[in-house]
């Protein structure tokens, strides 16, 4: 068994290779998702019910797709009606648009439960629009909502796993193809999962730092 | 002290700052204010009263279009607010830029909970009138100084009290330089004991000519400080004039009711204070 993992070492290099791709797919995916939400929130709670309703169905569809079917439909999918990606194109469009109505969903949550005061006081001193939003709604809803955008960069995490069915080099593709040359599948998943849990341990960690940011505010 | 004194507050005073005119407001059925029309001059004083419902507030939130009025016209230093002379109502934009030259100070305070109190007096004078920083945060640090809060600076409202709360929310709408300054019944939140802190503040800005326009219960603030004394009941204006006439000899019976009941004995000013959820 030492001696498999030994064999995984020989390949770290593939295998670092793949943790850096996780890690970049993750990153992008998670701050694109993030900022895509927040203005799709404000879409979800406009006070035109014609506004609001298109983006609910959009989140809504989301969330009752699997991920991995999400992914096929964009990558095999989509060149039919002549839309076509290379497949980190299509992985990391799949990640956004899909994680996009998560944090969405999640914003409008925190959105809704926000106090109205501070707003309306906004509105007394002359904001409105894109302003308040990003001034005055955005900010306390990042520190309410910060534990839960934490939960979803960790799904983001584990679903870009899924992308290594379009051959994207990430770190599921990464040990599978260890696993596949040396035939050693546990020490080479292993190794993987044990890659995915520091990734998430960093994730925790800044979980960790917006908490306190929000207990020093509450 | 005095820097808050902005060259048209020493202009004459019989100058009309605020004109509101014709002013209704309906929810649903309910018809809260009914036809209401004032006006207010330049380092003007001026109190609402009245029982719980009577409409204050809701006018109070007119003024600056918080509420939007189904009727009326307002009127600040000759330029209409809500509605243009046109007759066109205000996109949000135009709203906004008439709105930062009234400032209001809240019941519930609603400082801004992510900012720290400095940053909650710079935050709109920065990112509303685009001042420049520096110059807004030595006139933010000088209006903490002014309310007693300047060591507080860095620390964030939620660690602050009540009274200190709305001793911040004050320094934030003074640093606009307002035209202006709207109070919605600022020591109702307050614990007893706190009500005092707010009111000397309050005192102080009324001493400088600082034109304000204050919806309250304090009855002891209002016959001190008050220019003058609108009293509503209903939605309507019931009675309006000098503190001193209208506490010593209320001329309608309504009025002489509120005060029964408000002002009950008639005792040191320090007992006048009625505590309100």
């Not at chain 1, 799709?40 to 609910?56: H, K, Y």
């Amino acid at each position: 068994m030492i001696h498999d993992f030994g064999l995984v070492w020989l390949d770290r290099e593939l295998l670092l290779t793949g943790l850096g791709n996780t890690v970049l797919l993750s990153v992008l995916a998670g701050f694109c998702a993030l900022a895509l939400g927040a203005l799709l929130s404000t879409v979800l709670m406009n006070r035109s019910r014609f506004i609001a309703i298109p983006g609910q169905a959009f989140v809504d569809t989301m969330r009752c797709t699997p991920f991995l079917l999400f992914a096929y439909i964009v990558y095999y999918g989509l060149p039919s009606l002549g839309v076509n990606f290379d497949n980190w194109g299509a992985g990391l469009a799949a990640l956004i648009v899909y994680h996009t109505a998560y944090m969405a969903e999640i914003l409008r949550g925190a959105w809704a439960a926000q106090p109205r005061a501070p707003i309306e006081a906004g509105m007394a001193f002359g904001y409105s629009g894109l302003r308040m939003f990003r001034r005055i709604v955005l900010p306390p809803l990042m520190l309410s909502a910060g534990p839960v955008v934490g939960n979803q960069v960790i799904q983001i995490v584990k679903d870009s796993a899924f992308l290594t069915i379009i051959a994207l080099p990430e770190l599921t593709h990464a040990a599978s193809s260890i696993q596949s040359r040396r035939y050693i599948p546990f020490a080479a998943f292993i190794a993987a999962v044990l890659l995915y849990w520091a990734i998430c341990l960093v994730v925790e960690a800044g979980v960790a730092a917006v908490g306190r940011m929000a207990e020093a505010r509450r | 002290m005095n820097m808050m004194t902005s060259p048209e507050l020493a202009a004459t005073n019989t100058s009309q700052i605020l004109s509101v005119a014709g002013l209704s407001k309906s929810f649903g059925s309910l018809q809260v204010l009914d036809n209401i029309s004032f006006g207010v001059a330049r380092g003007e004083t001026v109190c609402l009263l009245g029982p719980s419902g009577s409409g204050k507030s809701t006018l109070l939130r007119c003024i600056n279009w918080l509420e939007r009025p189904d009727a009326g016209r307002i009127v600040l230093d000759g330029q209409p607010i809500g509605i243009t002379s046109g007759g066109v109502v205000m996109g949000d934009r135009e709203l906004s830029l008439m709105r930062t030259r009234i400032g209001m100070v809240f019941q519930h305070f609603a400082l801004w909970p992510h900012l720290t109190v400095l940053q909650n007096v710079m935050e709109a004078p920065v990112h509303v009138q685009r001042r420049p920083k520096d110059e807004v945060r030595a006139e933010a640090e000088a209006l903490l100084q002014r309310v007693g809060l300047f060591e507080k600076r860095d620390v964030f409202p939620a660690r602050l009290s009540g009274g200190q709360k709305q001793r911040v929310g004050i320094a934030r709408a003074l640093a606009m330089k307002p035209a202006l300054l709207l109070f919605d019944e600022p020591t109702s939140a307050l614990d007893p004991e706190l009500v005092g802190e707010v009111l000397a503040v309050m005192r102080d800005l009324a001493s400088e000519g600082m034109t304000m326009v204050v919806v309250t219960h304090e009855m002891a603030f209002a016959r001190d400080v008050a220019s003058r004394v609108i009293f509503m009941d209903r939605g309507v204006v019931v009675e309006t004039g000098t503190p001193e006439v209208f506490f010593n000899a209320p001329t309608t019976e309504r009025a002489q009711q509120f005060l029964l009941r408000y002002v009950a004995a008639p005792a040191a000013p320090s007992t006048l204070t009625t505590p309100q959820t």
